[in-house]
């Protein structure tokens, strides 16, 4: 008997190795397609407000500022100094169908507060004072910009300065309007700015 199930083991095993399994329907495959890693999906565009807080503002505006319009892509904050004398900060924020139309978004912002400046003060016959640079590492690209609007009044110098940045097809503009406090303003803008892109 033991004898017998020496001899049989053997050939069960041999038996078993030398079937075959039946082979995997393809259509069961996964296909190359499928295997391949999807791209992560945009997050939602932030509202404005998100990207800009009343301590904030109060910071690059120098004085406590009060909200003033709040829309899903514009957020406004207002500052006065006295009478006849407010500054507005306005954070505006888009998103373009593609690359080609976020440049040339970027390209034509850039360009407004030297533009605007230069309408007004042919009006009245005053001279455009306006400067700009580029911003390094700071989205994909950036400019700062600054021009006056006519004369002083008073102590007052109306102004500008204005921050525009791109990450890729989302376009964020920063404008401070009706300011004399010009001392360190482009600092506050930019630190601003930074804070703003990392939530793009």
């Known amino acids: 008997m033991h ?12 038996s078993a190795c030398g079937k075959e399994s039946p082979a995997a329907d393809a259509s069961a495959w996964p296909s190359f397609e499928q295997a391949q890693a999807q791209p992560p999906a945009e997050s939602p565009l932030p509202a404005a407000c998100s ?6 503002a109060s910071t690059v505006l120098g004085s406590e500022a009060s ?5 899903p892509e514009a957020c406004m904050y207002g500052s006065s ?4 004398n407010i500054t507005m900060l306005t954070l505006i924020v888009g998103d373009n169908e593609d690359l080609a139309m976020a440049q040339a978004v970027f390209n034509g912002i850039a360009g407004q507060p030297g533009n ?6 042919s009006r009245i016959g005053e001279k455009t004072k306006k400067s700009g640079q580029d911003l390094d590492a700071l989205g994909d690209e950036a400019w700062l910009s600054a021009a006056s609007f006519g004369a002083s009044f008073g102590s007052h110098q109306v102004g500008a300065q204005q921050l525009v940045l791109r990450k890729g097809t989302r376009v964020l503009t920063l404008n401070v309007t009706g300011t004399d406090k010009l001392q360190g303003l482009a600092q506050r803008l930019e630190t601003l700015a930074r804070s703003a892109v990392a939530q793009l």
Not at 3 to 14: A, I, Y
Not at 81 to 84: F, K, M, R
């Open 3 to 14: 004898r017998s199930l020496f001899v049989l083991l053997p050939l069960l095993v041999l």
């Open 51 to 56: 990207l800009l807080s009343a301590e904030q």
């Open 67 to 71: 909200l003033m319009t709040e829309e």
């Open 81 to 84: 100094a006295g009478v006849g």
């Open 116 to 121: 605007l400046a230069g309408t007004v003060n």
